[in-house]
């Protein structure tokens, strides 16, 4: 079981608007620490998807979103395509496991 | 540009010792944070440990301390992640990535190692 907890699946028709929540506890989330999201397209590394909550890298488009509320967070696709289909983790830091990151399980988007 | 460039695929038996290896280039190597994170076929990202190259502090997930090692050399900008004894449940694909400044997000990756252990 991981620390953070995704939906192992969500979908939806290109255009759509999708969202993958995360849900941590007080010690991570809760606790302030920022959560961030990475994109793991198939048969690649995962990639820096959002950081600190709702900061974009550079190059990744405004149509991905990030936000928090307290043990939880969440990322938003606007404008669904089909090369979003790919696998999103969050990911963060828990004050409780001896200095541990930790990831959600990951969520898989199919994009109909 | 901030690259990390991993070691190659290996495939070893069981009972054997591996050394993997990520170089990292385009930044100044001693001054971040160095993860890896393994994957296994099919499944999630899981956080193996993290090391800091100027000093070589490092810290273990719970999951994987005592069952993995480690390392930097910082006169080659490289960290090592080490086994002693392989097992068949080591099968995985291997990550290492550069920890940013703040945070503690992961904002460079490797390519990956692909590490099948198989009799």
């Known amino acids: 079981q991981s620390v953070l907890t995704q939906p192992p699946s969500v979908s939806g028709a290109p255009g759509q608007t999708v969202t993958i929540s995360c849900t941590g506890s007080s010690s991570n989330i809760g606790a302030g620490f920022g959560v961030h999201w990475y994109q793991q397209l198939p048969g690649t590394a995962p990639k820096l998807l959002i950081f600190?909550?709702?900061s974009r890298p550079s190059g990744v488009p405004d149509r991905f979103s990030g936000s928090k509320s307290g043990t939880s967070a969440s990322l938003a696709i606007t404008g669904l395509q089909a090369e979003d289909e790919a696998d999103y983790y969050c990911?963060?830091?828990?004050?409780?496991?001896?200095?541990?990151?930790?990831f959600g399980g990951g969520t898989k988007l199919t994009v109909l | 540009e901030v690259q990390l460039v991993q070691s190659g695929a290996e495939v070893k038996k069981p009972g054997e010792s591996l050394k993997i290896s990520c170089k990292g280039s385009g930044y100044r190597f001693t001054t971040y944070w160095i993860a890896w994170v393994r994957q296994i076929p099919g499944k999630g990202l899981e956080w193996m440990g993290i090391i800091y190259p100027d000093d070589s502090d490092a810290r273990y997930s719970p999951s994987f301390q005592g069952q993995v090692s480690i390392s930097v050399d910082t006169s080659i900008d490289t960290a090592y992640l080490q086994w002693s004894s392989l097992k068949a449940s080591d099968t995985a694909m291997y990550y290492c990535a550069r920890e940013g400044v703040d945070a503690y997000k992961f904002d460079y990756w490797g390519q990956g190692t692909l590490v099948t252990v198989s009799s």
């Open positions: 600190s909550n709702n």
């Open positions: 990911q963060s830091y828990d004050s409780s496991l001896s200095g541990s990151r930790v």
